[in-house]
């Protein structure tokens, strides 16, 4: 069974920065894409930051420029690094990946998510 872990969040004050990463595990034959999603209390879940099978990386509009996605080489780790964090950043982020695992057809899995805190 697969499995997304993420690490990474914390309390940080408003400018700061935080690094996320997320691992996939278990019984995975290919992964296409990889992405970051934020929830706020009382709000939607919205992208935050996708890699795409090729590598290609696609930003919110109120991310680009602060944020940065990449994967590694085995494209089953992702990392979000945030710069200049806001307040209105604060929310639970949440690692999706599209996944095939061994005898299956591709799938959306989530992680259990990581709380940032963006407080001064």
Not at 35 to 49: F, H, I, L, S, T
Not at 60 to 70: E, I, L, N, P, Y
Not at 98 to 104: L, V
Request: hydrophobic share 35%.
């Amino acid at each position: 069974q697969v499995r997304l872990v993420e690490s990474g969040g914390g309390l940080v004050p408003p400018g700061g920065s935080l690094r996320l990463s997320c691992a996939a595990s278990g019984s995975i034959f290919r992964v296409n894409a990889m992405g970051w999603y934020r929830q706020a209390p009382g709000k939607q879940r919205e992208m935050v930051a996708l890699v795409t099978a090729d590598n290609s990386t696609y930003y919110a509009d109120s991310m680009k420029g602060r944020f940065t996605v990449s994967r590694d080489n085995a494209k089953t780790t992702v990392y979000l690094q945030m710069d200049g964090l806001k307040p209105e950043d604060m929310a639970v982020y949440y690692c999706n990946a599209e996944i095939q695992e061994t005898g299956s057809w591709f799938r959306s899995y989530w992680g259990q998510g990581t709380q940032v805190t963006v407080s001064s």
